[in-house]
C-alpha cells in the first residue's frame, strides 16, 4: 500500500476524508462548470457516503466565505509588503481589483475545497477503510468484521 495522504493534502485535493483515496468530486478538476459540485454518491474507494445527511452542505457556504476571507487577507499581507497601500497613488483600488479578480476566478475551487473542508470535520480518518467498505455490504458490516483480512 502507497504512503497516506496527510490531513491537508487530502482536504486540499478533494480526497474522502476516510480513506484518503477515493475522489469525493465526479470531476477531477471544475470543467465543465455545470458539473463541477457533482459528487460521487459514495467514495469509490471506501464506501463513505459523501452527503452525511440531506442538505448536508447547506453550511458550508460559511466555509467558502471564511476561505474568501482568508484570501483577501494573505493578499493584504503580500501587497503591503510588495507594493503598499495608499488611497493617494490608486494602490488600493488595484488590490480590491486583484482580490475581487482572484475570488471571482477562483470561486469554483472554493467551493469545491468548501466542501472538502466540511466533511473533513465531521469523518474521522480511518487507516483500514478500504479493508471495510461501506455500502453495497453495510447489512454484512457485522460478519465482515469478524472475517480474517488477508492481503
Ligand atoms: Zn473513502
Do not use: H
Not at 474521522?124 to 472475517?147: C, I, L, Q, R, S
Amino acid at each position: 500500500m502507497g504512503k497516506k495522504r496527510s490531513m491537508v493534502s487530502s482536504m486540499l485535493s478533494n480526497k474522502c476524508p476516510r480513506c484518503r483515496e477515493g475522489d469525493l468530486y465526479v470531476q477531477k478538476g471544475v470543467f465543465p462548470l455545470r458539473r463541477m459540485m457533482t459528487m460521487n454518491e459514495r467514495c469509490p474507494v471506501c464506501g463513505q457516503k459523501t452527503e452525511l445527511e440531506p442538505g448536508f452542505y447547506y453550511g458550508t457556504g460559511y466555509v467558502s466565505y471564511g476561505l474568501s476571507v482568508a484570501l483577501a487577507v494573505f493578499n493584504i499581507v503580500w501587497y503591503v509588503v510588495l507594493i503598499g497601500f495608499s488611497w493617494k497613488d490608486n494602490s488600493m483600488w488595484y488590490y480590491l481589483g486583484i482580490t475581487i479578480a482572484m475570488l471571482i476566478i477562483l470561486q469554483p475551487l472554493i467551493m469545491r475545497l468548501s466542501r472538502s473542508l466540511y466533511i473533513s470535520f465531521f469523518v474521522k480518518f480511518d487507516p483500514d477503510a478500504k479493508d471495510n467498505v461501506y455500502g453495497a455490504v453495510e447489512e454484512t458490516n457485522a460478519v465482515e468484521e469478524m472475517e480474517e483480512v488477508t492481503v
